[in-house]
């Protein structure tokens, strides 16, 4: 059965990117363009595992983050925050709402497949 | 129901984990399980059909051998599924629990 | 004899000694069987052997001598037994694998004869043959041990032991799935899953994490790589990972390779080599931390033994690089080169370096005035070389205080016995460094605070002893940086200052009224004042009231300030503040109308645009109110000119400056941003200027002034609290301006 990631960003073509890594890795791809559209989408199917950008319209990522661990079919569901180098202060908040992976931007697609699998293999 | 009772008899107590025993099951589980501990001597517990597990169902398990260890209860795991054994396997821990398993041929081939 | 052939003969030797030895082993392993150190010495026979094979191309000896390496590795490890059947098999090998020498040797060019090759399938058949059922039984045996909570082996494998939390599975952290993509960097050699707090019965939450899980893991991946499989469990677990006792030699000896250039810290060392990770360190560092602050009385313990506890790094290795510290240590002390240079040269050196920091900002000057973009490259190159070159030639002259401090040993000796007290002196922080011109002129005042203490400070044995303290008494010398001062503090357990004898004197000498309002504090820093002895019979030391005053005066005139603290019976503290250089500053340039003036950058806390949202003025009681914080303020070209400027028309900027606790604003018109000061000393005729304690010449030719801005805040302190008191009393009577 494979396992499903949800990836959320703003950036259609960073969805396009983590999507093809992802599906030819062997994983299922949900995609979802900003925190509103990615709730929105976790309807209580089976997801192993959530990556989020952090600075997205409508709805941010820490916001998401703290939503989504409000559901009963997602809240002890692993979460991915997407930051920036710089942006050190994020990865903070955004492990004190639950996202205790990360991935630095910008990334490589070995790079990402990497991170996923240290928390859920294809 | 998660949890069937295949059979009930002089104490002897024959269960079956349908599901996935995962940190979202873990719970509900436990307290089922425990209540069959409490009153049986002997529990089968039948895992044909857990096509799924995680550290969280793993852990169960290992409590409920504890507990049945210390209760004097006689527990045994049988007809192990894939994802339980590919656990097993991974952590050693096919002694741990001493129940013999039998691996299907076609899972290799899956 | 060629090159080759000098080789060729070195390795026959050392195949017939190996050999010879291989056999002897063999022999005593009949009898005894379980010597772990013979099977050792088997092992390096066939792995030498090999080795060297190798390197002549000998593959015949590669390849057979390969499959009794093997077997011998397996014996080694435990994992197949050695009884007689093997080591007749072995004994066979041996005289084989002499004739496989003696062939390439002597024949090196002609293949190897059918009948070696035959007898070289058969040994390896026979080595290998059993290979399969001892495996099994190898397996058995280990994970019966793992069962019973046994030792894992930890030879050639990385000790993995990860402590999972119990928030870990509601963090999203399964165990499992770092185990597997462990499995992706090597080989899980043994496991342990153990849930030693897991709580029985209704008590056991299934939603908390109670995993314990020790691996044996056999990898050649850095321990780097490693710790960040764990990467992000770091929250939700405690990861320990002690690299496998075969690497130990490997960090030995790239501890034995480090750089003896400069001493480095324990931590840094095993970084380097790849014993530690950069967290493993902190982690310690914490854990040290946490300790001192639990343990007062307890030292805090060392660095390595904390590491050793917690089990990241094993005790040889932490060994290994406290004596290779030592030995750079002792290495640079002896090879240590000094020049003696004559200290009026290098004076002269860093008053040219002054004028060259001068210029460099006039030429910068030109540059931007007309927009020479081309030249603005290089002026940006030169200005970083003269700012490394003014740093360099600075740190010329910075000696550590340590020796300075050293000195008062024997005077505090001499002291006590004349005074008869037994005093101890407790030196710390001799590492700071400052200017040896502020080391010079440190002495006098030092001496003579140090002095008090002994002579002031610290009671007599029988009065110690009375009020419960231990007869000796302790002066404590300590010396150390804080943001662009280096503060020295001198400190002693006597009876402290008498508050009350110090203010009837003062009465008594007219300093102050008897109707005073004066704090504590303010009462202690009276001692400073001119003609003020609290010791009614002055001794031939100290107390003759001359002294404290003149001490306040040439720190001061260092650019540094002194404080007191004390607490009756338990003490008195002296700290004292004072700049690093008296050369060159980094300072902050202001401006006010024509006239620009520098505040050490130092002593500046923030700039604000006085705009009314974030900080109001009272002009009346003279204070600003800066985000709800009060603050005496000073506007700058009020004071140093004298003439009311309507300030409503133009746009002003607060600076807030600060001087240890204290904070005041000083209200200017212009931010003119950092600047590089050059330090020149005003003569003796502005010696009576308030405010200021020297100038610089700018990179244009204009003077700026650098404030005294201790002694500005005090002014703005006083402004404030008379315009106060001014206020209150227009309030009583009545009358409004």
Redesign the interface.
């Known amino acids: 059965m494979a396992k499903t990631i949800m990836i959320v960003d703003d950036s259609a073509s960073i969805r396009q990117v983590v999507g093809i890594a992802l599906k030819g890795a062997g994983y299922d791809v949900i995609e979802a363009c900003d925190g509103r559209d990615a709730l929105s989408k976790l309807t209580g199917q089976k997801i192993n595992l959530i990556i989020t950008d952090v600075n997205m319209p409508n709805m941010d990522g820490i916001t998401f983050v703290q939503e989504a661990k409000k559901l009963a079919a997602y809240k002890f569901t692993p979460m991915m925050m997407l930051t920036t180098e710089a942006a050190d202060d994020k990865k903070q908040a955004g492990k004190a709402a639950g996202a205790k992976a990360w991935l630095t931007k910008p990334f490589q697609a070995p790079t990402l497949l990497d991170a996923v699998s240290k928390l859920v293999l294809p | 129901m998660a949890i069937e009772v295949k059979q009930q008899k002089n104490g002897v107590i024959h269960l079956a984990i349908q599901d996935e025993m995962t940190?979202?099951s873990?719970?509900e589980?436990?307290q089922e399980l425990?209540k069959y501990l409490k009153t049986a001597k002997e529990v089968q517990i039948d895992l044909a059909d857990v096509?799924?597990i995680?550290?969280?169902g793993?852990?169960?398990l290992?409590?409920l051998k504890?507990?049945a260890l210390?209760a004097g209860i006689k527990l045994s795991l049988s007809q192990h599924s894939k994802a339980v054994v590919e656990?097993f396997e991974?952590?050693?821990?096919s002694?741990?629990f001493g129940d013999p398993i039998v691996i299907s041929a076609d899972w290799r081939t899956s | 004899m060629s090159e080759l052939d000098a080789a060729l003969t070195v390795f026959s030797q050392e195949a017939e000694e190996l050999l010879t030895d291989m056999e002897d082993a063999l022999l005593l392993l009949e009898t005894n069987p379980d010597d772990s150190e013979t099977i050792n010495s088997l092992f390096r026979a066939m792995h030498t052997i090999k080795g060297s094979s190798g390197l002549f191309g000998f593959n015949c000896i590669v390849a057979f001598t390969h499959e009794a390496e093997s077997v011998l590795d397996l014996v080694r490890n435990g994992e197949r037994v050695i009884d007689a059947e093997l080591i007749s098999v072995l004994l066979d090998s041996k005289d084989h694998t002499a004739k496989l020498v003696e062939h390439c040797l002597t024949q090196p060019d002609t293949p190897i004869p059918a009948e070696l090759s035959a007898v070289s399938e058969r040994l390896i058949k026979q080595l290998t043959g059993r290979q399969e059922t001892a495996i099994q039984q190898a397996a058995e045996k280990s994970s019966v041990e793992s069962e019973g909570g046994g030792d894992i082996s930890t030879d050639d494998n990385w000790l993995i032991s990860l402590d999972f939390h119990y928030d870990a599975f509601r963090d999203g952290m399964d165990p499992l799935s770092f185990i597997r993509y462990l499995k992706t960097l090597g080989e899980v050699k043994e496991i342990l899953t153990l849930a030693p707090d897991m709580p029985t019965g209704d008590d056991m939450d299934p939603e908390n994490c109670y995993l314990h899980i020790k691996i044996a893991f056999q990898s050649d991946a850095t321990k780097q790589t490693i710790e960040a499989v764990f990467e992000f469990a770091a929250e939700d677990c405690d990861i320990k990972i002690l690299p496998p006792n075969s690497k130990i030699e490997e960090y030995l000896r790239l501890l034995d390779q480090q750089a003896d250039t400069h001493v480095q810290r324990l931590g840094d060392m095993l970084i380097n080599v790849g014993a530690l990770t950069k967290n493993d360190v902190d982690h310690a560092l914490q854990h040290q931390h946490a300790d001192s602050l639990t343990e007062i009385e307890v030292p805090a313990k060392p660095l390595g033994e904390i590491l050793v506890e917690q089990h990241v790094v094993q005790q040889p290795l932490v060994d290994q690089a406290l004596k290779k510290q030592e030995q750079t240590k002792q290495k640079l002390a002896s090879e240590a080169n000094y020049i003696r240079v004559d200290a009026a040269k290098l004076g002269h050196l860093i008053n040219l370096v002054g004028e060259l920091v001068i210029s460099s900002a006039a030429m910068n000057l030109i540059v931007e005035r007309h927009a020479l973009t081309d030249a603005g490259d290089v002026a940006a190159s030169m200005n970083a070389l003269v700012n490394s070159i003014r740093d360099t030639a600075l740190e010329l002259r910075m000696v550590q205080i340590g020796e300075t401090f050293s000195r008062f040993r024997r005077m505090v000796r001499d002291v006590g016995k004349e005074l008869n007290k037994d005093i101890e002196l407790y030196i710390s922080g001799g590492e700071t460094e400052l200017d040896k011109t502020v080391v010079e002129k440190i002495n006098d005042p030092l001496t003579h605070l140090i002095r008090n203490a002994l002579d002031h400070g610290i009671e007599s044995a029988e009065q110690r002893l009375a009020a419960g303290k231990p007869a000796q008494g302790t002066v404590q010398l300590n010396a150390y940086h804080e943001s662009g001062h280096i503060v020295i503090q001198i400190a002693d357990d006597g009876a402290g200052l008498d508050s009350e004898r110090i203010l009837a004197k003062a009465i008594a000498n007219g300093l102050v009224k008897a109707d005073h309002d004066l704090t504590q504090q303010e009462i202690y820093n009276l001692i400073f004042a001119a003609g003020l002895s609290t010791k009614d019979q002055a001794t031939n030391l100290s107390g003759r009231g001359v002294g404290m005053d003149v001490v306040k005066k040439n720190i001061e005139a260092l650019r540094g300030s002194v404080e007191i603290d004390s607490v009756t019976g338990e003490g008195t503290t002296i700290t004292i503040s004072l700049p690093l250089t008296l050369a060159i500053i980094d300072g902050f340039m202001v401006g006010t109308g024509q006239d620009r003036y520098i505040i050490p950058l130092s002593m500046v806390d923030e700039c604000v645009e006085m705009n009314p949202e974030e900080c109001e003025i009272d002009e009346i009681q003279h204070y600003i109110n800066l985000r709800g914080q009060v603050l005496p303020y000073l506007r700058l070209g009020d004071y140093f000119s004298n003439q009311i400027i309507d300030s409503n028309n133009k746009r002003e900027s607060l600076v807030v400056v600060k001087f240890g606790q204290v904070k005041a604003g000083f209200v200017v018109d212009h931010l003119h941003g950092e600047h590089q000061t050059v330090i020149k000393p005003l003569g003796k005729v502005f010696d009576n200027l308030k405010g200021i304690t020297g100038a610089t010449v700018l990179g244009d030719g204009n003077v700026a002034l650098i404030l005294d801005v201790q002694g500005l805040i005090n002014s703005a302190i006083k402004y404030q609290s008379s315009s106060f008191h001014r206020q209150i009393k227009t309030n009583l009577s009545g009358e409004r301006k």
């Open positions: 940190i979202y873990v719970l589980q436990k425990l096509t799924e995680d550290g969280a793993l852990q169960l290992m409590f504890q507990e210390a656990v991974l952590l050693h821990l002694n741990h």
